[in-house]
Nanobody, 120 residues
Framework: QVQLVESGGGSVQAGGSLKLSCAVS????????MGWYRQAPGEGRDVVST???????TYADSVRGRFTISQDNTKNTLYLQMTSLKTEDTAVYYC??????????????WGQGTQVTVSS
């Protein structure tokens, strides 16, 4: 079983930066990668960025050019570097393990979440 533990959230002023980390333990053979998701108050959980097992990345339009996803396989850690933060980036951020469900790469295991608050 895979376990995920996020860290690095906090409060920052608009224009600032934060780096989130997600420590990964365990192994599942059917992995297709990892991802970062976020959930603002009263909103659904949305994808922010994903990275495949081959290193291919995707970004939501709202964060492209400001956020960078990366992984250090030697440390079993996933990162999300966030720059030029905006108040609308305020949310609980979750890392997720993704695996193939049929032909679809799907988030199936979630971390506990870390709060990011951006003030104006």
């Amino acid at each position: 079983q895979v376990q995920l533990v996020e860290s690095g959230g906090g409060s920052v002023q608009a224009g600032g930066s934060l780096k989130l980390s997600c420590a990964v333990s365990g192994y599942i053979a059917n992995s297709c990668g990892m991802g970062w998701y976020r959930q603002a108050p009263g909103e659904g959980r949305d994808v922010v960025s994903t990275i495949t097992t081959h290193g291919t990345t995707t970004y939501a339009d709202s964060v492209r050019g400001r956020f960078t996803i990366s992984q250090d396989n030697t440390k079993n850690t996933l990162y999300l570097q966030m720059t030029s933060l905006k108040t609308e980036d305020t949310a609980v951020y979750y890392c997720a393990f993704r695996e193939f469900i049929g032909m679809t790469c799907t988030p199936t295991i979630w971390g506990q979440g870390t709060q990011v608050t951006v003030s104006s």
